[in-house]
C-alpha cells in the first residue's frame, strides 16, 4: 500500500535511505523538455513504413504495434528502436534498410520539430527554465550541496545531448560525466554507466539513487540494489502527474513516484536526512 507526502507517493516504504554517494539522472522527459513531442514522431514514422509493406494489419494494429516496442525500449539508445523496427519488417516479409537509415529519418524529423526551441535557447528568447521540468535546477543544486555526485545518461545521441545539457545551463551540475547513444551502440548502455559509478566510487548499489521516465534506467537502477525515483513528468503542462507514465514506471520497480521537482525539498529530506 503506497502512501503520500504532498505529492510525492511512496510506494516502497523499505528503502535504505540516508546514506546515497551517486545519483544517475536520464535526461529527455526527466530534466529536459527539449525534445517533447518526440514519441509523437517516432511512431507514425513507424506506421507508415509498416504500412508500405501491405500486410493487412490496420493502421491501429500497426500503432498498437510500435508503441509497445517504442515504449518497452525507451531509455535505451534510439538505435534499439530501429533495430526492433527492421525486425517487424523482417517478420512481414519485406527487406528493412538499415537501422541507421531509420534512425537519420527520425533524427531529421525530430530536429525540425525542436529546431525553435534549440534557436531560442541560443538566442535568449526561450529561458532554459521553460525548457526543463519546474524546479530542476534547485533539486540539482540540493543534491549537489549534501556531495552528491550527480551522472547523466541518455538514449539521445551524447553529441546532442552535451550540447543540450549546456544549453540549459546544466553542465556545471555533471562535469564530465555526461553519457549518450554512441555510432558503435554495445560500447555505451545505462547498465555501463552504473557500473562505472559504482567502480570509479567505490559505492554498493543501494548507495544508488536513480531518476528516470522510462523503464531501462529504473530497471537497471533496481537491478544493483539502488533506488529509483519515477517521474511520471506530463511533459505539456509541466504540472501534474501522467498516469500511464506512472502506471508503467510502478510497473518496472519504482520505489518513489513524483510529477516533477515542485516538492524536491521534502524529496530529498526524505531520502537524504
Not at 158 to 169: P, S, T
Request: charged share 25%; hydrophobic share 40%; aromatic share 6%.
Amino acid at each position: 500500500m503506497s502512501q503520500h507526502i504532498g505529492n510525492i507517493e511512496i510506494i516502497a516504504t523499505h528503502i535504505p535511505r540516508g546514506h546515497y554517494r551517486s545519483v544517475l539522472f536520464d535526461f529527455d522527459g526527466t530534466l529536459s523538455l527539449i525534445r517533447q513531442g518526440w514519441r509523437e514522431i517516432m511512431i507514425p514514422m513507424m506506421v507508415e513504413v509498416l504500412s508500405e509493406l501491405n500486410t493487412g494489419e490496420t493502421e491501429a494494429e500497426h500503432r498498437a504495434l510500435v508503441a509497445e516496442f517504442i515504449d518497452r525500449l525507451t531509455g535505451k539508445q534510439t538505435i534499439y528502436q530501429m533495430i526492433q523496427l527492421c525486425d517487424e519488417i523482417q517478420k512481414r516479409g519485406g527487406t528493412p534498410d538499415d537501422p541507421l537509415t531509420y534512425k537519420q529519418h527520425f533524427h531529421d524529423q525530430l530536429n525540425a520539430h525542436i529546431a525553435h526551441r534549440i534557436r531560442g535557447l541560443e538566442s535568449g528568447d526561450i529561458a532554459p527554465n521553460d525548457l526543463m521540468l519546474p524546479h530542476t535546477r534547485a533539486l540539482l543544486d540540493n543534491l549537489t550541496k549534501r556531495g552528491l555526485v550527480l551522472y547523466l545518461a541518455s538514449g539521445t545521441d551524447l553529441v546532442f545531448v552535451r550540447r543540450e545539457v549546456e544549453l540549459l545551463g546544466l553542465t556545471a551540475y555533471f562535469e564530465d560525466r555526461v553519457f549518450g547513444a554512441l555510432d558503435q551502440h554495445e560500447n555505451f548502455s545505462k547498465a555501463m554507466v552504473i557500473q562505472n559509478m559504482l567502480e570509479t566510487h567505490a559505492i554498493d548499489g543501494s548507495e544508488l539513487l536513480g531518476f528516470g521516465d522510462g523503464y531501462v534506467e529504473i530497471e537497471n537502477v533496481k537491478a544493483v540494489g539502488g533506488t529509483a525515483v519515477g517521474v511520471a513528468s506530463d511533459e505539456v503542462k509541466r504540472e501534474g502527474i501522467n498516469a500511464w507514465k506512472r502506471n508503467r514506471l510502478i510497473e518496472v520497480g519504482a520505489d518513489i513516484i513524483i510529477p516533477e521537482y515542485r516538492e524536491q525539498e521534502t524529496l530529498i529530506a526524505y531520502l537524504c536526512d
